[in-house]
């Protein structure tokens, strides 16, 4: 991995933190990933007459990313269900770059060297530590909620590998991405039309200024990282990209004012140490 698609990959990452840490919207967690879905798919609406439109050999892999991103949503609410999401996302987070990891391996024979894959497992299990807060809830999941959790990890690496794939297939990487946003914006309407009915366009509406600032935010950083897959290995980007959970805590304690505690310490070291493996490597 080059130095400049290394720091590309680590801006989208903080990225990711900054519109996570300040969007300040009145919605569920599902309802506001539609709404920041949606506002992606606006923003990408606007740049369609200027990118290329996708061959058909690069639509299955939109159409099966589509498919990916809507199971993923669709395992955000069961975890919601099965018991409390702040507990299992984090199972989820860090077990997908292993997971693409493994899927790379099968997909595009993407072989991470010895130290990449010392990285990816350091700053996995970094992210897990830190989401935890030091594994103090652990004890508390639930089968079911560990089930909706690693299927959730499953979709996050299945499309992960696509949109790595598809990137790489397209005329640029910026054509793949704003076809796919606006497709996976289509069916994140319908989605949300099946899950909550009618009655959420008018509170869609109502924050539709967050969806466009969390789409221009979030679409940014996951073009970054779509571009960085048709540059770097895919499971590499994919490891580095969970970095935004380390920008997030920086976030919280430099800006919020939280307590810098061992756990987190602890963390940071595991996730600074596997992003220094994942350079070298």
């Known amino acids: 991995m080059s130095l400049f698609v290394f720091f590309a990959v ?63 949503r669709s395992f955000l609410i069961g975890a919601y269900k099965a018991g409390d999401f702040a507990q299992t996302y984090p199972l989820a987070r860090g077990t997908a770059p292993l997971l693409a990891a493994l899927g790379g391996m099968v997909v595009v024979a993407e072989v991470p ?6 990285g990816i497992v350091l700053l996995s299990a970094g992210t897990l530590v830190l989401s935890f807060r030091g594994g103090a809830h652990l004890e508390r999941l639930n089968p079911r909620a560990v089930g909706f959790a690693l299927g959730t990890s499953i979709f996050i690496a299945s499309y992960t590998l696509s949109d790595g794939s598809g990137a790489r297939l397209a005329a640029t990487a910026s054509s793949y991405a704003a076809w796919l946003f606006v497709c996976d914006a289509a069916w994140a309407l319908v989605l949300c039309l099946i899950f909550r009915g009618p009655k959420a366009l008018p509170v869609l509406a109502r924050d539709w200024k967050a969806g466009v600032y969390t789409g221009v935010l979030s679409g940014a950083a996951y073009w970054i990282v779509m571009w960085a897959m048709t540059k770097a290995p895919i499971a590499s980007v994919a490891a580095l990209r969970e970095t935004s959970i380390l920008f997030a805590m920086m976030i919280s304690v430099f800006a919020l004012g939280e307590q810098m505690t061992g756990w987190r310490g602890a963390a940071v070291l595991s996730i600074v140490a596997g992003v220094v493996a994942l350079r070298l490597g």
């Open 10 to 72: 680590l801006a989208a990452a903080a990225m990711h933190a900054i519109w996570n840490a300040l969007v300040k919207v009145h919605l569920d967690r599902f309802l506001s990933i539609t709404l920041m879905t949606l506002g992606m798919g606006a923003v990408a609406l606007l740049a369609l007459p200027f990118v290329e439109v996708p061959k058909s050999e690069v639509w299955p892999y939109i159409i099966a990313s589509v498919v990916f991103h809507m199971g993923y």
């Open 113 to 118: 060297t010895p130290l990449a894959i010392i």
